[in-house]
């Protein structure tokens, strides 16, 4: 895009914002003060490195679609995102999974991992100025083939899994230490019935049990902090999750942990986006699992729709952005998954733009006023201000490519690394 257009359309936008009271300015500095937490899994389908290969398998979530050239190592995995942060504007995060180990081609069994299995990814963050955040691995393990971990009816089990939940624990809280920078642990697990079951309280007292012993150890909040995410069901899981949201709800609560809101885990009429208000008010923090479900828990690759507009506007209204982290989880395998991250990650920062570009201030007032009228008027005229001559900018500004131009260079790493992976 030709920069003097961007420049000319970025004042005309100024302009009209301005008449809002809009100080475009410095929306796009507090932008440039969010940093997003992408998920290392849209860049190898949720594979990750314990052994050669290995696909996603259980747990209820489903990587679908086969398109060429996905990362086979860490190497590549490092390669493709440093490839997706560079059409990315802004300073972001990344976020690895327990799966995701450096184990030098040694197995390394997930209630044996150490913070030493992820120095090389640590090391990696401080070369290219990024933070981490961490996930445990609760699925694609013969320990969770009969559905359940943390909830098992088999305290052997059980233990596994909480030696690998502490064991992830201290390893955020090493990636925070060394990167100075508070790295959030997440805890999904995929336990659930596929059919109706004799027993709801028993697995949910055994999660309840089995999540006080992870989390018993205190570890300084500045440089670590631990979330839970619930969800409604799975695949195999259809009628009864152990973790529902009520049941992580009320433990996040009560313990005083961050509590993760994944947009694909609620029935489809209820948005993520009103439960953030509500849950703020009494958990320490959130996560954001910033999602697109289709029909179901699909992950697709977010788009700017309504949705995603609703959660970015409800994280910039509340105006506590320092206790929300959001993060991405969409996995799309059929389309090139370095364009995935971006088109993802830009939709995300655009939505956020469009929130950071409302004279909220305005909207409230008249709301307080009672003046229904001019806040649906007002909400409509937004929705076709120039956001985008005003995002085209920050792209330029942030040296990164604006409009369409960042799909050429993808293509170009398409032609020039992934498709030799492919047939390599
Ligand atoms: C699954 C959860 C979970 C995973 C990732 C890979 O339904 O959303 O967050 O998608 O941990
Ligand atoms: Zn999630």
Same mark, same amino acid.
């Given at each position: 895009?030709?920069?003097?257009?961007?420049?000319?359309?970025?004042?005309?936008?100024?302009?009209?914002?301005?008449?809002?009271?809009?100080?475009?300015?410095?929306? &796009?500095?507090?932008?440039?003060?969010?940093?997003?937490?992408?998920?290392?899994?849209?860049?190898?389908?949720?594979?990750?490195?314990?052994?050669?290969?290995?696909?996603?398998?259980?747990?209820?979530?489903?990587?679908?679609?086969?398109?060429?050239?996905?990362?086979?190592?860490?190497?590549?995995?490092?390669?493709? %995102?440093?490839?997706?942060?560079?059409?990315?504007?802004?300073?972001?995060?990344?976020?690895?999974?327990?799966?995701?180990?450096?184990?030098?081609?040694?197995?390394?069994? #997930?209630?044996?991992?150490?913070?030493?299995?992820?120095?090389?990814?640590?090391?990696?963050?401080?070369?290219?100025?990024?933070?981490?955040? =961490?996930?445990?691995?609760? %699925?694609?393990?013969?320990?969770?083939?009969?559905?359940?971990?943390?909830?098992?009816?088999?305290?052997?089990?059980?233990?596994?899994? &909480?030696?690998?939940?502490?064991?992830? #624990?201290?390893?955020?809280?090493?990636?925070?230490?060394?990167?100075?920078?508070?790295?959030?642990?997440?805890?999904?697990?995929?336990?659930?019935?596929?059919?109706?079951?004799?027993?709801?309280?028993?697995?949910?007292?055994?999660?309840?049990?089995?999540?006080?012993?992870?989390?018993?150890?205190?570890?300084?909040?500045?440089?670590?902090?631990?979330?839970?995410?619930?969800?409604? %069901?799975? &695949?195999?899981?259809?009628?009864?999750?152990?973790?529902?949201?009520?049941?992580?709800?009320?433990?996040?609560?009560?313990?005083?942990?961050?509590?993760?809101?994944?947009?694909?885990? =609620?029935?489809?009429?209820?948005?993520?986006?009103?439960?953030?208000?509500?849950?703020?008010?009494?958990?320490?923090?959130?996560?954001?699992?910033?999602?697109?479900?289709?029909?179901?828990?699909?992950?697709?690759?977010?788009?700017?729709?309504?949705?995603?507009?609703?959660?970015?506007?409800? &994280?910039?209204?509340?105006?506590?952005?320092?206790?929300?982290?959001?993060?991405?989880?969409? =996995?799309?395998?059929?389309?090139?998954?370095?364009?995935?991250?971006?088109?993802?990650?830009?939709?995300?920062?655009?939505?956020?733009?469009?929130?950071?570009?409302?004279?909220?201030?305005?909207?409230?007032?008249?709301?307080?006023?009672?003046?229904?009228?001019?806040?649906?008027?007002?909400?409509?005229?937004?929705?076709?201000?120039?956001?985008?001559?005003?995002?085209?900018?920050?792209?330029?500004?942030?040296?990164?490519?604006?409009?369409?131009?960042? %799909?050429?260079?993808?293509?170009?790493?398409?032609?020039?690394?992934?498709?030799?992976?492919?047939?390599?």
């Amino acid at each position: 895009m030709d920069e003097n257009h961007i420049k000319a359309a970025y004042e005309l936008a100024k302009d009209a914002y301005g008449a809002y009271g809009v100080d475009v300015e410095a929306a &796009i500095a507090r932008l440039s003060q969010i940093p997003i937490s992408i998920h290392c899994w849209q860049g190898d389908d949720v594979g990750g490195f314990e052994t050669a290969g290995a696909a996603l398998s259980c747990g209820g979530i489903q990587s679908t679609g086969n398109y060429p050239g996905k990362a086979r190592t860490i190497e590549e995995l490092r390669q493709d %995102f440093e490839k997706a942060l560079s059409l990315i504007p802004g300073r972001h995060r990344f976020a690895l999974h327990g799966s995701y180990l450096d184990n030098g081609g040694v197995f390394v069994d #997930r209630d044996q991992i150490e913070p030493r299995h992820f120095q090389s990814w640590i090391d990696w963050a401080k070369h290219i100025g990024i933070g981490l955040d =961490f996930n445990s691995t609760f %699925f694609s393990h013969p320990k969770a083939a009969d559905g359940f971990t943390l909830s098992h009816p088999d305290p052997a089990i059980r233990e596994f899994w &909480i030696a690998h939940a502490i064991a992830c #624990r201290k390893i955020g809280a090493e990636m925070g230490r060394q990167l100075g920078s508070t790295t959030v642990t997440n805890i999904w697990i995929p336990d659930g019935y596929k059919d109706i079951p004799a027993d709801r309280l028993g697995p949910r007292q055994r999660l309840l049990e089995s999540l006080d012993k992870i989390l018993a150890e205190r570890i300084d909040p500045k440089i670590h902090l631990d979330a839970v995410e619930g969800k409604l %069901f799975g &695949i195999g899981a259809e009628s009864y999750t152990v973790g529902s949201h009520e049941f992580y709800l009320g433990y996040a609560v009560s313990r005083q942990v961050l509590l993760t809101l994944d947009a694909g885990h =609620f029935h489809p009429t209820e948005s993520m986006a009103d439960k953030i208000s509500a849950t703020l008010l009494f958990c320490p923090g959130l996560m954001l699992h910033v999602s697109r479900p289709v029909r179901w828990d699909s992950d697709h690759v977010i788009v700017l729709d309504d949705e995603l507009q609703a959660i970015a506007r409800e &994280i910039v209204r509340s105006g506590q952005l320092e206790k929300i982290h959001i993060g991405l989880d969409f =996995f799309d395998a059929s389309i090139n998954r370095v364009a995935a991250w971006v088109i993802g990650t830009r939709n995300i920062l655009k939505a956020l733009l469009i929130a950071l570009l409302e004279p909220t201030h305005k909207l409230k007032e008249v709301e307080r006023q009672f003046d229904y009228t001019q806040r649906l008027a007002m909400l409509e005229e937004l929705k076709t201000l120039p956001w985008a001559a005003v995002w085209d900018y920050y792209c330029l500004q942030k040296g990164v490519p604006a409009g369409m131009d960042w %799909f050429g260079e993808v293509k170009c790493y398409e032609a020039g690394v992934l498709a030799k992976r492919a047939s390599a």
